[in-house]
């Protein structure tokens, strides 16, 4: 482990790492040597002064910063007959808490597995350590939550317990990441073949951009001129019929039902897809209960391609902020749109949260071929995201172009930065 204060340094930036992963830290453990233990790390001494710590505690989980091999992270568990990992496994905990994408997931999974396989010596058919759902340096011990950690894998498979079949499982992710990879390069072709992307309108206050966005989705009407989607005018069409021709929109201030599931709130969206009649959904009759099936079904996909399967039957209203918003961009993708207009979503959030926004934007564009129309505060965010910036000023358009195009121009400057003959 690190030396001295960059030792304690990292033994804090562990601890924060524990938390990220949603454990409870019940103390922490320091100590400087010159070499480190092969069979333990930290030596017979020191390893029950850990045991003591963690016994103490009553914590299910010890944490060490350092990289353990094997040999050592066995002999440990043995002697404080806690669950050990390190700095690497915690980690790649966090990795497949926030994977998103199916490479993404894909991606984690190899890496748990590379991570493991040498780790399997003398384990049997014990592998559970691979499966589950994650719940926290020297070492840290962690509680709550933390029993968890280190556990969030590409399941629990008996079968796989060999190193045979643990290789066997590592080619066939890599078969499916080249897949993926391939799929995700056809539907970029075809999403370039397409000159839309993603579009961000981008103004103050009162400039216009919530205004579009209620044209577009029909909750106004304009005074003059149309609006046409697929060769369609959208200016005399009520809202569930412009969703029905596949636009959806998320909405400044979220517009869940706080009181029911998430799943209930993305199943609504849905609701335009549904064939069934009064009366076959009164009586519950089979092709009710087979359509039902099918689009419950497409629910769980898209709340697990936004990381929202583990709250799928949580009240809506009890999701922190961030997971709220999520919850709306999900809803709008199960309407399943060839249009999807964005009303700032990443408004009221923390830099994080932001930056998790962005990258499920990204993966929505990308991995899904939908163009987006997205109005945002966020100039970084949109900076970061949009492939082309529409700039309003009073309803007018005063610039349109690519990022750096928006970033030089004079109008822009003019109106947003005060120059040229601003007092």
Do not use: W
């Not at 009162?206 to 579009?212: E, R, V």
């Not at 209930?264 to 009649?277: P, Q």
């Amino acid at each position: 482990m690190p030396a001295g204060e960059q030792g304690r340094e990292s033994l804090l930036e562990l601890v924060e790492l524990a938390r990220s992963a949603g454990a409870e830290i019940a103390g922490t453990v320091f100590q400087m040597r010159d070499a480190a233990d092969p069979a333990t790390l930290v030596g017979r001494g020191k390893l029950d002064e850990i045991r003591a710590e963690a016994t103490a505690h009553k914590a299910p989980l010890i944490i060490f910063d350092s990289n353990l091999s094997p040999v050592q992270q066995r002999n440990i568990e043995e002697a404080t007959e806690c669950r050990v990992i390190d700095r690497t496994q915690l980690i790649l905990d966090i990795f497949a808490r926030h994977a998103r994408s199916r490479e993404g997931q894909l991606q984690v999974e190899l890496a748990q597995l590379n991570y493991m396989l040498p780790r399997l010596t003398g384990k049997g058919t014990a592998m559970s350590r691979l499966g589950g759902k994650s719940g926290g340096g020297g070492a840290g011990g962690a509680g709550g939550g933390a029993g968890r950690i280190g556990v969030r894998g590409p399941g629990e498979k008996k079968l796989e317990t060999d190193r045979r079949r643990i290789r066997d499982r590592v080619r066939k992710i890599q078969t499916s990441i080249d897949a993926v990879r391939k799929q995700r390069a056809l539907r970029r072709e075809a999403r370039n073949a397409v000159p839309l992307g993603t579009i961000a309108l981008v103004g103050y206050t009162n400039a216009g951009k919530s205004t579009l966005f209620n044209v577009l989705s029909g909750a106004y009407r304009p005074a003059r001129g149309s609006v046409r989607f697929r060769d369609v005018d959208l200016t005399r069409r009520a809202p569930y019929e412009i969703t029905g021709l596949g636009v959806a929109r998320t909405f400044q201030n979220i517009a869940l039902s706080g009181a029911a599931t998430v799943e209930e709130n993305l199943v609504l969206g849905r609701h335009h897809l549904t064939r069934a009649g009064f009366t076959g959904t009164a009586l519950r009759l089979p092709h009710v209960r087979r359509e039902e099936r099918r689009h419950r079904a497409r629910v769980r996909e898209i709340a697990d391609f936004l990381g929202l399967t583990e709250v799928l039957h949580a009240p809506a209203g009890r999701l922190p902020y961030g997971d709220q918003k999520r919850v709306e961009v999900a809803r709008a993708l199960c309407v399943e749109p060839e249009l999807l207009l964005l009303d700032e979503p990443a408004a009221g959030m923390n830099a994080h949260e932001s930056a998790l926004m962005a990258h499920l934007i990204r993966d929505i564009r990308d991995a899904l071929g939908i163009p987006i129309l997205l109005v945002e505060h966020d100039m970084g965010l949109v900076m970061g995201i949009a492939d082309r910036i529409t700039v309003l000023d009073f309803g007018v358009r005063i610039a349109d172009g690519i990022p750096d195009e928006i970033r030089r121009d004079p109008a822009v400057q003019r109106a947003y930065l005060g120059t040229e003959g601003e007092s």
